[in-house]
């Protein structure tokens, strides 16, 4: 079965500083991979994803992530981070094989932008 | 478009009673997901809507739990006999296409 790993539970940044938050999922059949950000008492709101095509793909707030299929991952990247980039960061990825589409999200990250 | 709506956004129950939760998608979308989302967890998979029809529950959704989508619109997701397990964040998503999946913003159960 499809999984999905965020190694890091907690990522402490200053401000202004750059970000990577890792994710990793386990198979690399045909799949779609997203970043989503949940604020406190919030849904999810959707920052990027990956269809197809260009390995790079840009995101709303100045994130970007990067889609690796041989080492099955799609890490997010912001150069430098402001404080209200505070939240809790989801990789999910959506089994195309499935029909039902799906996502299997990771754990989650919380990001925490130190002034 | 005025996004996924979910009511209520928050419910306080005693363990043993029955909750329903009511999620409006964004219209036209004839693909509709339930998560669940414990604290500190990622959203779960619990149930999957095309239209009217229930295509997929996960092994989550226990007898106690059921969800319906009457005429392919709102849909429902009700919880008998309320454990304090159940406590959890209830979120509904929404789509169209299969390619991305629109939240609303969930129903926080807190069973006492």
Same mark, same amino acid.
């Given at each position: ?16 500083a750059?970000?990577e938050?890792?994710?990793n ?7 779609y ?10 849904g999810l709101?959707l920052l990027?994803?990956?269809?197809s ?5 840009k995101?709303?707030n ?8 041989s080492?099955?991952? @799609? ?6 981070v ?7 960061? @989801?990789?999910?990825v ?14 989650g990250?919380?990001?925490k932008?130190l002034? | 478009?005025?996004?996924?709506s979910?009511d209520?956004r928050?419910?306080? $129950? ?5 909750? $329903? ?8 979308h004839n693909?509709l997901?339930?998560?669940?989302? $414990?604290l500190?967890?990622g959203?779960?998979?619990?149930t ?5 029809a ?8 226990s007898d ?8 392919g ?7 008998q006999?309320t ?5 959890a ?7 169209s $296409?299969?390619d991305?999946?629109?939240?609303g913003?969930?129903t926080r159960?807190?069973?006492t």
């Amino acid at each position: 079965a499809q999984s999905v790993t965020q190694l890091d539970s907690q990522v402490p940044v200053f401000e202004e500083a750059p970000v990577e938050l890792r994710c990793n999922y386990s198979s690399s059949v045909s799949v779609y991979l997203f970043w989503y950000v949940q604020y406190p008492n919030q849904g999810l709101q959707l920052l990027l994803k990956y269809l197809s095509g260009s390995t790079l793909v840009k995101g709303i707030n100045g994130f970007e992530a990067e889609f690796n299929k041989s080492q099955t991952s @799609f890490h997010l990247r912001k150069p430098s981070v402001h404080i209200s980039d505070t939240a809790e960061y @989801f990789c999910a990825v959506s089994d195309l094989a499935r029909g039902t589409y799906k996502y299997i999200f990771g754990t989650g990250t919380r990001l925490k932008v130190l002034a | 478009d005025t996004g996924v709506s979910q009511d209520p956004r928050h419910k306080i $129950t005693k363990r043993g009673q029955n909750v $329903t939760f009511r999620c409006d998608p964004i219209s036209e979308h004839n693909r509709l997901y339930w998560y669940r989302q $414990t604290l500190g967890q990622g959203p779960e998979f619990l149930t999957y809507f095309q239209n009217e029809a229930q295509l997929e529950k996960s092994r989550l959704l226990s007898d106690r739990f059921s969800a319906e989508r009457p005429k392919g619109s709102f849909s429902t997701l009700e919880i008998q006999r309320t454990e304090q397990g159940d406590s959890a964040m209830y979120l509904c998503a929404s789509s169209s $296409t299969g390619d991305e999946q629109y939240f609303g913003p969930g129903t926080r159960l807190t069973v006492t």
